[in-house]
C-alpha cells in the first residue's frame, strides 16, 4: 500500500467517524491535515477497542496488541492506518508513545475502573484525551513546547468532561460511572436507574451535578484556551474550532440538564460549520 493510499484511507476515517473534530481538520494545510487525520485513525482504532462488545479479556489483548503493532520498527505495510501514522511521525515530532497513555485509558474503561475523586478522573482525562491533545500538538507545531504541551492536555481535559456529561445515559446503561463518587455524594446522587432506564435521583440534584462538572469544564477551557495563540494561523484555527465545538455543546448541556440526561445532545451541522468558520476568521467564539 503506497503512503497516498494509507493517508487517503485515513482522511475518510476521520470524514466517517470524526463528528466533531472533522470540522476543525479540515481548516490545516494539506499536510498538517493529512498527518493529524492518521493520528485521529489510529486513536479512533483504540477508543473502537475499547468500547467494543467482545469479552473484557479478548478487548485487552487487543489493545496489547495495537501497542505492540505501533511500537514496531516497521508498520504492517497493508495496514493503512500505521503505514500513514509512521510517515506523519518522520515528518512531524509527533511524540507517538503518548499513544501509550490513550492504551491505558481505554483499558481501564475495558476493566470497568471507577473514580472516587476527581484527581483520579483527571488522570483518566489526561490518557484518553490529553494525550491526543499533546498528539496534536506534534502535528501544529510550537516554539515553546514545555509551555504548550500542558495547556493542549489541558484542553483535552475540557472535551473530555464534556464527553462525560454528554454521555451519562450511555455510559450508565453500559455500566459505567466516570463522575466522581465524592461528587455524586455532594450531590446526593446515586445514578441509579429504574426498570424502565430512567434516573431516580431527584432531577434537581442532578441538575446542580451536571452543572458543577460543566463549570468545571469551562475552568478547563480557560486554561487551554491559552494555547490558541501559540500557534500558527490554520493550527489556531483548528484548535479553536475543535474547542469552539465542544463549549457549545456544553453550554447546551448546562442549559438542559434533564435533556442531556434522557438523549445524546449534539449540535447540528450548521452550527458545528459556523463555529469552524469563525475560528478561521479569528472571531470569539
Same mark, same amino acid.
Given at each position: ?17 470524526? !463528528? ?31 468500547? /467494543?462488545? /467482545?469479552?473484557?479479556? %479478548?478487548?485487552?489483548? @487487543? ?18 492506518? *500505521?503505514?500513514?501514522? @509512521?510517515?506523519?511521525?518522520? @515528518? $512531524? ?5 503518548? $499513544? ?17 475523586? $476527581? ?6 482525562? !489526561? ?23 500542558? *495547556? ?12 462525560? *456529561? ?21 450531590? /446526593? ?7 424502565? /432506564? ?35 494561523? !490554520? ?16 453550554? !447546551? ?30 472571531? %470569539?467564539?
Amino acid at each position: 500500500m503506497s503512503t497516498a493510499e494509507a493517508y487517503r484511507h485515513c482522511e475518510q476515517v476521520v470524514r466517517e467517524r470524526a !463528528r466533531n473534530f472533522a470540522y476543525g481538520i479540515r481548516l490545516l494545510p494539506p499536510a498538517k491535515r493529512r498527518a493529524l487525520s492518521a493520528v485521529y485513525a489510529f486513536a479512533r482504532r483504540i477508543d473502537d477497542i475499547g468500547d /467494543g462488545s /467482545g469479552p473484557a479479556a %479478548q478487548r485487552l489483548t @487487543r489493545l496489547s496488541e495495537a501497542r505492540t503493532a505501533l511500537h514496531r520498527s516497521e508498520p504492517d505495510p497493508g495496514d493503512p492506518v *500505521l503505514v500513514a501514522l @509512521r510517515d506523519a511521525a518522520r @515528518r $512531524f515530532p509527533i511524540p507517538v508513545r503518548v $499513544f501509550d497513555e490513550l492504551i491505558d485509558g481505554c483499558a481501564a474503561d475495558v476493566e470497568g475502573v471507577s473514580y472516587e475523586r $476527581f484527581g483520579s478522573l483527571l488522570a483518566y482525562c !489526561r490518557c484518553v484525551a490529553g494525550s491526543v491533545g499533546r498528539l496534536s500538538l506534534g502535528v501544529f507545531g510550537t516554539s515553546d513546547p514545555d509551555t504548550a504541551e500542558p *495547556l493542549a492536555d489541558a484542553l483535552g481535559v475540557a472535551l473530555q468532561i464534556t464527553n462525560i *456529561l454528554r454521555d451519562i445515559r450511555e455510559d450508565r446503561l453500559a455500566g459505567r460511572i466516570y463522575l466522581p463518587a465524592e461528587d455524586l455524594e455532594r450531590f /446526593g446522587c446515586t445514578l441509579d436507574m429504574d426498570a424502565s /432506564g430512567e434516573f431516580t435521583d431527584p432531577p434537581d440534584r442532578l441538575a446542580a451535578l451536571i452543572r458543577f462538572q460543566a463549570e468545571r469544564a469551562r475552568t478547563w477551557y480557560e486554561h487551554g484556551d491559552r494555547l490558541v495563540p501559540m500557534l500558527d494561523r !490554520r493550527s489556531a484555527a483548528c484548535t479553536a474550532a475543535m474547542a469552539g465545538i465542544y463549549r457549545r455543546l456544553l453550554a !447546551r448541556i448546562a442549559a438542559d440538564p434533564a435533556g442531556a440526561l434522557s438523549t445524546r445532545l449534539s449540535l447540528s451541522r450548521w452550527d458545528k460549520t459556523m463555529v469552524a468558520a469563525r475560528s478561521l476568521t479569528g472571531a %470569539q467564539l
